[in-house]
């Protein structure tokens, strides 16, 4: 069993390096027409600059997984501005997206919780569709759109779960079929259980992102082998591997919420399941210490018996 590592948009060994700088509507309505420009223009440029150093840290380090931060490019979705922000830097977007397909490195986004398909509101589900658009067009402009995916979960329950997952289905007609194909979901800690994601992402043909975490917190009927095996099917149509989010509870009290690090007693029950069953997958750490706890864990599970590290961020478990 293969397993590869990532972490979630900041790389804190880096100096100044945080991808998600960002300009406040409140903000940018008090400057001046010229003003504004310049200032999205800056703050932007700064986000893919910086988005491009934490890919070459990646590279250095033999980290093929990476989460891209939603926040590139302020306020790219506000109703006041949606501007165009691929035109100007179209040289930029082409040379992180060249370096990711020259080095084969797997890369996605994640969209706030306010990105659902469960609401009866309309402007909640427009915005929702909107956001999607958002977060393709800037793989598109990457040029690496066919080979990434947009993670979002099912949504709220709004006192009715299976209304709620109705409205899913309904809603979701709304999103462009090419942003569909590129989208999964994921279980939540609180509301949808692995299952019951696992049935909408069986209905609607989107691979499932399981979060052992949430899992944890909020479980499902059926055991976790068999969860897993189905959860992992739902990606064979887009053939890339499985992909699983691994994080610790911060404390008892704050079980829900994450760790500075990954527990490694905390996941070994999962680890275990998974080595019977064999699949290779991929980790995606979600942690407050972000690469240091992705060299952490790697570095922990490396002392398991009939554990090899085969990379910076890679074992095989025989």
Known sequence: ???????????????????????????WKSLDQDERKRKLLEVTGTNLRNTLRMLYY???????????SSSIVPLATHPEILWDFRSPFKKELNEIGELVKKHNLRVSLHPNQFTLFT???????????????YHYDLFEGMGIADRTVINIHVGGAYGDKGLAVSRFYENIKRLPSHVKERMTLE???????????????????????????????NLSERNLSELLVDIHHT?????????????????EKEFR??????DPDFIRPFLDVSREIGQDFDVMIEAKQKDKALHQLVADLSKIRGVKRTGGATIEWK
């Open 1 to 27: 069993m293969k397993i590869r590592f990532g972490y979630v948009s900041h790389a804190l060994s880096l100096w100044e390096c945080s991808p998600a700088k960002t300009l406040t509507f409140t903000r």
């Open 58 to 68: 990646n590279i250095a380090h033999e980290i093929e997984l990476y989460r891209m």
């Open 119 to 133: 609401s009866d509101k309309e402007h909640i589900t427009a915005n929702a569709v909107l956001d999607m658009q």
């Open 187 to 217: 279980n939540d800690d609180k509301t949808y259980t692995a299952e019951e994601t696992l049935e909408v992402c069986q209905n609607e043909r989107i691979p499932m992102v399981f979060d052992y975490h949430h899992h944890v917190a």
């Open 235 to 251: 990606w064979d149509h887009l053939e890339i591997l499985p992909k699983v989010h691994l994080s610790s509870p911060k404390t």
């Open 257 to 262: 919420s994450h760790a500075d690090f990954v």
